[in-house]
């Protein structure tokens, strides 16, 4: 039987999809989405354990409910053979980290620690690490620690490092108890193959790895019990993003419905994914996946130090090529908590009448605004800033509200918010000397919203092109699973076969590009003063907070 359809799977913050891609043609077939039945923990655990605040876990047992879900519901919705598929790609959320059991059982499904919160997942926006991450940034900075400088100079709560000593100090029992901490996309891709598997973009990106952790005299200064972590509770055996991780096992087949043998790639970290799907090949093209949050995205043929980025990778997406990372921690996340905290009812009504979405209505009711018009500003840190000030503990802001504000007019704020978040990483970028000539937008915002997008052109004075595919993160998934199928001679002929591209490229406005260019230079104000030290109000503020 031919096998012609490579699989995606693309595990996000909310939800699970798979995605079959025909090779042959490069055009989807068919996909399938399903949220976690658990969703987000961030006030208990499902036995009603309360957490703590900045708290963001999951149950890993609904990643492996949906996965016995999408794979057999898009092969059915597909029509075809499991025994046509010729390869599996994954990504996953990332930093998503779990403590597991040498038989990679995570710790939360035993009884013993079932009640204990540090045995759950730990989402990437997990951010009850804050104080740990603070701890190993004073003491790399004290011993100028080389590789500091890779991940920007300064290390966010979201990475693996400080949630493994976040466990050491609050759970020394659970931690002594741990095998094991394992980013859940290689945990799923694990049991998929019957093998551990631990892939270099995570390890890289959010595990200090560059051919090895920090060394062991850092890691005990950090804590004495932490020395040894990099050669026991973090795995030293890391394969390459794009190379074969393994085989479908039996077992992997009773979970899936997938054929015994079938190859599967090394996961990626979700966002990363998405940079084949675009068609990127090259330096100088950066890639924006927005989502709830956004993550940058941009190859280079050198190594260069850049302040304030998420980590510089040698090998981390493609072959080859240096990827650096930077990003915006609250993106989506922060439209959907205004449309659902505090938008008036006759709003959601007029939505609900006009079966439209309230953030399709928001949208409509702005883009005929000028500039300028609402006479707003925001700072988009409503779950703090990742890049460039990597900060978790600042806050949201919104200046100039009247009471001739309308829902809209904030709408349209926020967005912009976002817009100058984005101009800021990339002229950090480029001050570095890290070339950006073109940027690209992937993501279910980018696919759906063209006023945002248009905004961001005119912010920015670049030209914009979108990835033309509804799941771009499931797509890439697929060209890596593709590319260990055996049947193309490299990752780059597959992504010459699958990428896409759309036809429209938003250009920057001039007329409105001159009032953003203003916009911005108060932005840029208001970010110093807030996330520079000038005034700490934010995090008086935050240290109040119940």
């Known amino acids: 039987m031919e096998k012609r359809y490579a699989l995606g799977l693309d595990f996000g913050t909310l939800s699970g999809r798979a995605l079959l891609v025909d090779i042959q043609t490069g055009r989807d077939v068919a996909d399938c989405v399903y949220e976690y039945p658990h969703g987000v923990m961030d006030k208990s655990l499902l036995d009603g354990t309360a957490l703590k605040a900045d708290s963001a876990l999951q149950d890993p047992r609904d990643y492996l409910e949906v996965l016995s879900r999408i794979v057999p519901g898009v092969i059915d919705k597909a029509g075809i053979s499991p025994a046509e598929i010729c390869g599996v790609g994954l990504d996953f959320t990332s930093c998503t980290i779990l403590p597991v059991d040498r038989h990679l059982t995570p710790l939360c499904m035993m009884t013993r620690w079932s009640h204990n919160p540090h045995s759950y997942v730990k989402l990437w926006k997990h951010h009850g690490a804050n104080a740990q991450a603070e701890r190993l940034n004073r003491l790399a900075a004290q011993r100028g620690e080389d590789w500091l400088a890779r991940y920007g100079g300064r290390l966010s709560s979201e990475l693996a490092l400080p949630k493994l000593l976040e466990i050491l100090d609050e759970a020394p029992d659970l931690y002594d108890e741990t095998f094991r901490f394992i980013e859940a996309g290689d945990w799923i891709v694990s049991l998929l193959v019957g093998r551990e598997v631990h892939n ?122 240096y990827a650096f990372e930077a990003g915006q921690s609250c993106v989506g996340d922060q439209f959907d908590w205004f449309v659902k905290n505090c938008v008036p009812a006759a709003y959601q009504e007029q939505a609900k009448s006009e079966g439209i979405s309230v953030h399709t209505l928001l949208t409509r009711l702005s883009q005929t605004q000028k500039p300028g018009q609402h006479g707003l500003l925001a700072l988009d840190w409503w779950n703090g800033n990742r ?49 950006i000539d073109s940027l690209y937008a992937a993501g279910g915002i980018a696919e759906k919203n063209e006023m945002l997008l248009q905004i961001y052109a005119d912010v920015t004075g670049r030209e ?83």
């Open 387 to 435: 890049s460039v000030l990597m900060d978790a503990d600042l806050s949201g802001l919104m200046l100039g509200m009247t009471l001739a504000t309308r829902p809209e007019d904030m709408y349209r704020a926020m967005i912009e918010s976002t817009a100058y978040g984005t101009r800021m990483i990339v002229d950090n970028f480029a001050a570095s000397g890290v070339a």
């Open 200 to 321: 270099s973009c995570m390890a890289g990106y959010k595990a200090l790895w560059n051919d090895g952790y920090p060394s062991e005299d850092f890691l005990r200064a950090v804590h004495p019990r932490l020395d040894s972590v990099a050669r026991g509770k973090l795995s030293g055996d890391i394969i390459p993003t794009g190379t074969l991780a393994g085989y479908i096992t039996e077992d992997g087949a009773d979970l899936t419905g997938l054929v015994p043998g079938t190859p599967v790639a090394a996961p990626i970290i979700d966002a990363h994914s998405a940079l084949p799907a675009a068609g990127i090949t090259r330096a100088g093209q950066l890639l924006m996946i927005i989502g709830t949050s956004s993550c940058h995205i941009v190859l280079g043929d050198e190594e260069k130090r850049v302040p304030g980025i998420l980590g510089m990778v040698k090998d981390g997406v493609l072959p080859g090529w």
């Open 464 to 546: 914009i092109r979108v990835c033309d595919a509804a799941q771009a993160c499931a797509l890439g998934a697929a060209i890596f699973g593709a590319s260990v199928s055996g049947q193309f001679d490299s990752l780059t002929a597959v992504i010459q076969r699958c990428a896409r591209i759309k036809d429209k490229i938003y250009r920057p406005i001039p007329e409105n590009q001159a009032i953003y260019e203003q916009l911005y230079a108060d932005y840029v104000a208001l970010h110093d003063c807030f996330g520079r030290g000038a005034n700490d109000v934010m995090k008086r503020l935050r240290a109040r907070r119940a």
